[in-house]
């Protein structure tokens, strides 16, 4: 083939590569030691001496050219490459968010977290305990004996563990009372806020897994009085002061005397919003804590009903439906 062929197929080849690696096999497949312009080279040996010479000079003047408009292509290609990479690595700093997307606490949770607040601010602590109880927690040591018509009241959802003890899902955060009493001596000033449940079936107004708060003082010299205030104090600061309170008598099997306690509606009406009394003088002592010696009070209410109050939802299942539409609006 003669050279001028030769250097135009090679420098076409040559801006033809699309990449630097297509490249170098080009470049190679022509100026390699087995490329086909190196190969020129061995032709020369048959030509006449100044034939030689000129055929030659041809032939690297031709290599060298190729060697050029390669360089010059590697180059670009290069440069390219890198380009291309650049704009796959680029972040746009000016980029702005029309609307700042920010997650809240669910309304169960700013209800519980509020409650605590008030709680603590009164001299309380948050104590706990677990979603999963022995009858001895739930029931007995609450002075509700297996025979008990209140356990009926209670609408227990059992965990079946087999003999020997019975396992429940708690049906009140009262246990949280017993484990309380159980380490720790008095005084006792505690809320214990957390899930509870039964076998209710979701309606406007139950949920069967549900959140109440539990409080518990247990000191010298406590009276009723002391929990009418301090029922009083924490509507008040939970609600605003124009809210009333009320205690009407009741029954449980863990208080004597017993009463469930009411808040007035802006109509003129009252709300059951939960129970409270005078800590049974067995329930202390089921604890190891001396009834003679020592006095306390208990409350405990339901946190999701609570948060239905003060936001007046018509219907509890609007806090376990999870629409964001409606939830974002807390
Ligand atoms: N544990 C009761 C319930 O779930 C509520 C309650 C009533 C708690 C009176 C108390 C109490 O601590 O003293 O229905």
């Known amino acids: 083939m003669d050279l001028d062929t030769l250097l135009q197929e090679a420098t076409d080849a040559v801006a033809a590569a699309p990449d630097l690696e297509s ?8 100026l390699g030691k087995k490329g086909s312009l190196t190969a020129q080279k061995k032709l020369l040996g048959s030509l006449e001496p100044d034939a030689r010479k000129a055929a030659g000079q041809a032939l690297n003047d ?13 180059t670009t290609l290069a440069a390219s490459a890198e380009a291309e990479q650049l704009a796959g690595e680029r972040l746009d700093l000016t980029e702005t968010m029309d609307e700042l997307q920010r997650g809240r606490a669910h309304l169960v949770t700013q209800a519980r977290d ?41 609408d227990t959802i059992f965990v079946e563990l087999g ?12 246990p949280v009372q017993i484990r309380t009493m159980e380490n720790q001596k008095p005084p006792i000033y505690i809320v214990a806020p957390g899930r509870t449940f039964r076998t209710d079936t979701a309606d406007a ?44 008598p009741s029954y449980f099997p863990f208080t004597e005397p017993s009463a469930e306690f009411d808040i007035s509606t802006p109509d003129g009406g009252w709300l059951e919003l939960g129970g409270c009394g005078v800590v049974n003088p067995n329930v202390l002592a ?24 003060r936001y007046q939802l018509d219907d509890i299942r609007e806090l376990v439906n999870n629409d964001v539409r409606f939830l974002r609006q807390f």
Do not use: K
């Open 205 to 248: 107004t139950h949920l069967p897994a549900f959140n109440q708060i539990e409080g518990l003082v247990v000191d010298r010299n406590i009276s009723l009085g002391d929990l009418a205030g301090t029922i009083e104090s924490f509507v008040h600061a939970f609600f605003g002061g124009e809210v009333e309170t009320r205690l009407r």
């Open 286 to 309: 089921n604890c190891g804590i001396d009834p003679e010696e020592w006095q306390g009070f208990a409350f405990g209410f339901g946190i999701d009903r609570l948060a239905v109050m």
């Open 114 to 154: 509020r409650l605590e607040d008030v709680f603590v601010g009164m001299g309380f602590t948050v104590a706990e305990g677990p979603e999963v109880e022995s009858a001895w927690y739930n029931f007995e040591a609450l002075n509700i004996p297996e025979w008990h018509p209140a356990r009926g009241s209670f």
């Open 62 to 74: 031709a290599m060298a050219t190729v060697a050029q408009t390669a360089t010059e292509r590697r």
């Open 23 to 30: 490249l170098a096999v080009v470049e190679r497949g022509f």
């Open 163 to 174: 003999e020997p003890e019975q396992v429940m899902l708690r049906s009140h955060t009262s």
